[in-house]
């Protein structure tokens, strides 16, 4: 585990040689997003951050960025409405970025939803559960490359369950079509060993970009009830009754969350330049220190997952890089 006040610590040190100068976040009007913004913020350090939600949470976000005016004048907070579980928003929005900048330092993406009803389809012909948590944050990865690359520090940054892949991922069903196939948990290993595997691929082709895939544990931000769950199903009071409750017992706050994972988007310690640590460099899912993909959990330790990741590798990834290249083809 990464002490706290060693992730603190990292944090005041961001400076105009390492800071994100420019970062979008994706999903960042709620949850971890939101707090991890919060905590960019209140470093104190000159940056732009493009703010990506859906737009009915547009009132929300404009009270968000008064309030973070409010904290640090000095930063700037753009914006973007957009429902990207919809791959042509993607695109849109991605469109409009690029229109507006030459480079990108920190893609920071924590989009999804607990998907307790089955598979549905967006007017796309995808699981928007899929889209949200993985071909979404994969378009963002694909179109904002070039940005990426052309920072001194690029860096991407997907929340959802780096390090806890499973061996036994359905490769001829990645997506879960076939009768009986899609469950909660089902979908959910799935989303997670794409997630791994694809950004893995970028990594291996991008070299000077790092990407991190995070676990966060459970943290209390209320966003356990960010579900199709059908309002005072048996499901919906489990929930509210029992998880919520759990997680405010067991769980990280918001505030230590978010800390670490602003020290998961700016530090050294998972390859990059990003700000200098005494701890020794911690592994990529390759073996290296420098930068490639890194599975961080919610105190900041880095996994391999090596047993699992290298049955995978045979096994998986062509097939999950192939069916999400597929995926985003017409939109890109």
């Known amino acids: 585990m990464v002490a706290l006040d060693v992730v603190k610590h990292s944090n005041l040190q961001l400076k105009a040689a390492n800071l994100p100068k420019v970062a979008v976040f994706v999903g960042g009007t709620s949850g971890i997003g939101q707090h991890t913004i919060s905590e960019l913020v209140e470093t104190g350090v000159e940056t732009r951050i493009y703010l990506i939600g859906r737009p009915s949470s547009s009132e929300r976000a404009n009270k968000q960025i008064a309030t973070l005016k409010q904290i640090n004048p000095s930063v700037e907070v753009v914006w973007l409405a957009g429902e990207v579980s919809l791959l042509a928003d993607v695109k849109r929005i991605c469109t409009e970025i690029q229109s507006k900048e030459t480079t990108l330092d920190l893609l920071f993406m924590s989009t999804g939803v607990l998907p307790f009803n089955g598979r549905k389809e967006t007017s796309e012909g995808l699981d928007p559960t899929f889209t949200l948590q993985h071909f979404s ?3 963002f990865i694909t179109h904002l490359l070039p940005l990426l690359r052309a920072s001194t520090n690029g860096r991407v940054v997907s929340i959802k369950g780096g390090g806890l892949e499973k061996a ?11 009768p009986g196939a899609y469950g909660a948990i089902r979908s959910q290993i799935q989303v ?14 991008e070299q000077d970009v790092t990407f991190v895939h995070t676990f966060p544990g459970q943290v209390n931000t209320g ?35 978010a800390q670490r994972h602003l020290f998961a988007s700016t ?39 090596e047993k699992v990741l ?16 597929e995926a985003l083809r017409p939109f890109l």
């Not at 997670?192 to 082709?205: D, G, H, P, R, S």
């Not at 356990?224 to 048996?234: E, F, K």
């Not at 290298?310 to 290249?325: D, F, N, P, S």
């Open 267 to 305: 530090s050294a310690l998972y390859g990059g330049r990003g700000v200098p640590t005494d701890l020794p460099g911690a592994m990529n899912t390759r073996g290296g220190n420098g930068p490639g993909l890194f599975l961080v959990n919610q105190y900041c330790d880095a996994s391999m997952n």
């Open 168 to 178: 036994d991922i359905d490769v001829d069903d990645l997506e879960l079509k076939k």
């Open 310 to 325: 290298g049955h995978l590798r045979e096994t998986a990834q062509e097939k999950a890089w192939v069916y999400t290249q």
């Open 137 to 139: 944050r994969m378009a």
């Open 192 to 205: 997670i060993a794409m997630n791994t595997l694809v950004m893995e691929k970028f990594a291996e082709q």
């Open 223 to 257: 966003n356990n009830m960010t579900s199709d769950v059908a309002p005072n199903s048996l499901m919906h009071w489990a929930m509210r009754l029992v998880v919520g409750p759990l997680v405010k017992i067991i769980g990280l706050s918001p505030k230590e969350s």
